[in-house]
């Protein structure tokens, strides 16, 4: 087999490139750079042992995986590709927080509205009772209130008791 | 630090003798064998002594310890190893993300009513959000692109990807604060308006009609009288109220508002200002 012809890890590896070689359909000659990675980290001979033990159609996979892991190691020799893992740890704790925090808020709201709609339920219920009620019992309802007609004493608790919540 | 009657787990697995200035000595000891092995059996022992002599030896645990992290994620899944890691966190990350939008867009409708800010749905954020609600769509959810012989591009693709996971966490960083003062600022005028309704009721009350819609622009000048003490306004202060909120523009000349009321509403008015004002001492 001519040098041109030779896949980046044999030629890396200064070594004639069979035709069954492992590593050849995934380290092209035209990426010699994606091989330097990997074999720096993983070293060759590991690489090709553990290709070696998965199927075929899972290889390409892995090795890109690899190599991502390999790039990463390379850029950040301390914690290469473990960094990003604890980054996104760190932001899924932050907005799971923060989602614990908004449903909070939610539910909330959501007692305050039915607070307020059991206090409306309760004023109307008043006012309809205050309707079926004897006369004598109105009219003293009046004198507390005197040029009051029944309406705007109706609109006043109403506006009272619906704003009390608001603040 | 190992002496030649103890080896260290790498030397033991080595079956070499450990000098004092062993390598690996300080980070693998001897009980905890499966450590090295894993080490050992995923990237070697020369290669883990190269990267560990190119750092200082402050770094060198932190570095031991990923590299442990990292050769037992290959051998638990020999195929993805850290990787299907990172995906999964991701895929994790989108949906609690997806979820925090939701809720505040719940917690935005408590505070304004119907109305929703139009950024909300601005098209960079939105699509990919929707996007990610189908699991089946996963390319944008790992890292890398499954292309076989095309290795080049799958690891472009996994760059791309990095380099969009962080533009996207930053857009939705910025997004959220927007909410944030979206949201503030509708509870403020949600209040106001509550405030309002509040003061033509004790308008109805006191005079027995009802005032016209442009008597209850005056009330946000009596709410901030209230809630900012240093202004030093009048209940009514007409004419100098100043308007915080971008989106009641009606309220600013309330006394100009008052001057082109019908007849009979607007002689009514005059009097009932004192009442205002009182009711409002009272209240």
Same mark, same amino acid.
């Given at each position: 087999m001519s040098n041109s012809t030779r896949c980046a890890a044999c030629k890396s590896l200064r070594r004639r490139c069979s035709?069954?070689?492992? *590593?050849?359909?995934?380290?092209?000659?035209?990426?010699?750079?994606?091989?330097?990675?990997?074999?720096?980290?993983?070293?060759?001979?590991?690489?090709?042992?553990? *290709?070696?033990?998965?199927? *075929?159609?899972?290889?390409a996979v892995a090795v890109d995986c690899m190599s991502f892991e390999a790039s990463s190691r390379v850029e950040d020799p301390v914690y290469g590709s473990v960094r990003i893992i604890s980054q996104l740890q760190e932001q899924i704790i932050e907005a799971q927080s923060e989602l614990v925090k908004t449903?909070?808020?939610?539910?909330?709201?959501?007692?305050?509205?039915?607070?307020?709609?059991?206090?409306?339920q309760m004023i109307h219920a008043i006012a309809q009772e205050g309707e079926d009620q004897p006369s004598w019992l109105s009219s003293s309802q009046q004198d507390l209130f005197p040029n009051i007609n029944q309406q705007q004493l109706e609109d006043y608790n109403y506006s009272n008791t619906f704003c009390g919540f608001e603040f | 630090m190992s002496s030649s009657n103890s080896p260290c787990?790498?030397?033991?697995?080595?079956?070499?003798?450990?000098?004092?200035?062993?390598?690996?000595?300080?980070?693998?000891?001897?009980?905890?064998?499966?450590?090295?092995?894993?080490?050992?059996n995923v990237f070697g022992a020369s290669n883990v002594a190269k990267i560990l002599n190119e750092l200082n030896p402050v770094q060198r645990e932190d570095a031991v310890n990923s590299l442990a992290y990292e050769a037992e994620a290959r051998l638990s899944d020999p195929v993805y190893g850290c990787v299907g890691i990172i995906s999964i966190l991701q895929y994790k990350l989108k949906q609690i993300q997806i979820s925090l939008y939701n809720a505040k867009q719940e917690l935005a409708r408590f505070s304004s009513g119907q109305a929703i800010h139009p950024t909300l749905?601005?098209?960079?954020?939105?699509?990919?959000?929707?996007?990610?609600?189908?699991?089946?769509?996963?390319?944008?959810?790992? %890292?890398?692109?499954?292309?076989?012989?095309?290795t080049h591009g799958g690891q472009l693709a996994i760059r791309e990807t990095q380099r969009q996971l962080h533009q996207q966490q930053q857009q939705q960083q910025h997004m959220l604060q927007m909410q944030q003062q979206?949201?503030?600022?509708?509870?403020?005028?949600?209040?106001?308006?509550?405030?309002?309704?509040?003061?033509?009721?004790?308008?109805?009350?006191?005079?027995?009609?009802?005032?016209?819609?442009?008597?209850?622009?005056?009330?946000?000048?009596?709410y901030n009288q209230r809630n900012d003490a240093a202004a030093g306004m009048s209940p009514l202060a007409l004419g100098t109220f100043e308007n915080p909120y971008l989106i009641q523009t009606q309220v600013a000349e %309330?006394?100009?508002?008052?001057?082109?009321?019908?007849?009979? @509403?607007? &002689? &009514?008015? &005059?009097? &009932? @200002?004192?009442?205002?004002?009182?009711?409002?001492?009272r209240s």
């Open positions: 035709k069954d070689c492992v *590593l050849a359909p995934y380290f092209p000659p035209t990426n010699p750079q994606r091989f330097a990675c990997v074999h720096k980290i993983f070293g060759a001979s590991n690489t090709t042992k553990m *290709l070696e033990q998965l199927p *075929l159609h899972l290889r449903k909070g808020e939610i539910a909330f709201h959501n007692a305050q509205q039915q607070q307020q709609m059991q206090q409306l | 787990a790498a030397c033991k697995l080595q079956r070499r003798k450990c000098t004092q200035d062993c390598v690996f000595a300080p980070y693998f000891p001897a009980d905890q064998p499966q450590k090295f092995a894993n080490v050992h749905y601005s098209p960079g954020f939105i699509p990919k959000l929707q996007h990610l609600d189908n699991p089946s769509s996963s390319s944008s959810v790992l %890292p890398y692109i499954p292309t076989g012989a095309d979206i949201f503030e600022e509708q509870k403020m005028v949600a209040a106001v308006a509550a405030r309002e309704q509040q003061e033509r009721e004790f308008v109805r009350f006191n005079t027995g009609f009802d005032p016209p819609a442009n008597l209850g622009s005056i009330n946000p000048n009596v %309330p006394q100009h508002h008052l001057q082109p009321q019908p007849p009979q @509403q607007g &002689q &009514q008015s &005059q009097p &009932q @200002q004192p009442k205002l004002e009182s009711k409002e001492g």
